[in-house]
């Protein structure tokens, strides 16, 4: 999809039970949900990926994002290139059909958005963002934060969120599983029939996720949305959706900034975002 625009969610074809709360958890707990074009995704349900958010530029989808706290969101450096005045920015929250949206949707102006300092360009490392909302949000049961993983935690396997912009009506949030792969090992998949003149390097701070085979990843949509994995009773932000050499191609799994190599950006940023390091390799 070549380092274009997201909003994201992946599980899937393996094993997997949906079931529902019949109360809402905590207000102030991460990562917490009601359980129940991506590509070779399925749909959502409403309220299922709760800090799931739509980036909109001048009315438009452009990327996903997800909730961390209160008035701050995370996403993709990329999602906003120099050109575009951030006026013209806002932020769908609790949606999850695009065209159809719901009352308890809400829109927020942005107020200022801060790109990590070691981010210069598309496929760089540090493609991340931190969205500061004009106001701050009131927990919902489809408006709730994801968990940050501190630095110490790694994951075998995560959950991507996402819809891709050229979805059919009503644009219903897409979801599926997807094995994380190691970063030597996506190095040597991205090799196989390289183009000489691609410049993309996987750096040390991205993760990858996907099959050998392809056929399941993110699409045009799903950038800066959330690579999602469950710890205990919790959801962390694995990471977030950057860039990939077309939607589900062979040998091309799809390339995330792993957001635990950023933490003390964060924290310094956001002095009162959750932080969690339950279990290092945890999985779904």
Known sequence: WS????WMA??????F????????????????????????????????????????????HVCGGS????????????CFPPENPITDYEVTLGAFQLSSPTADIKVVGVEQVIKNPSYTDEGSGGDLALV????????????????????SVSFPNAHGDGSPVSLP?????QQLEVPVIGLETCRCLYKINANPADSHVIQDDMMCAGYAEGKKDACQGDSGGPLSCRVGNAWLLAGVVSWGDACGSPKR??????????TA?????????EMSDRGSGAGL
């Open 10 to 15: 992946k599980i899937g074809e393996g094993l």
């Open 67 to 78: 909730l961390i706290s209160p008035q701050w969101v995370i996403t993709a450096a990329h």
């Open 3 to 6: 380092l274009k625009t997201f």
């Open 253 to 262: 799994p799809g390339v995330y900034t792993r957001t635990s190599a950023h």
């Open 169 to 173: 009506s009503p644009k219903t949030l």
């Open 265 to 273: 950006w964060i924290k310094q940023i956001i002095p009162a975002v």
């Open 132 to 151: 500061k909302l004009k106001e701050s949000v009131t927990y919902t049961r489809t408006i709730r934060p994801i968990c940050l993983p501190s630095a």
């Open 17 to 60: 039970l949906f079931y529902s709360l019949l109360l809402c958890p905590p207000a102030g707990t991460c990562g917490s949900a009601i359980m129940g074009r991506i590509v070779g995704g399925t749909d959502a349900q409403d309220g299922q990926w709760p800090w799931q958010v739509s980036l909109n530029f001048q009315s438009g």
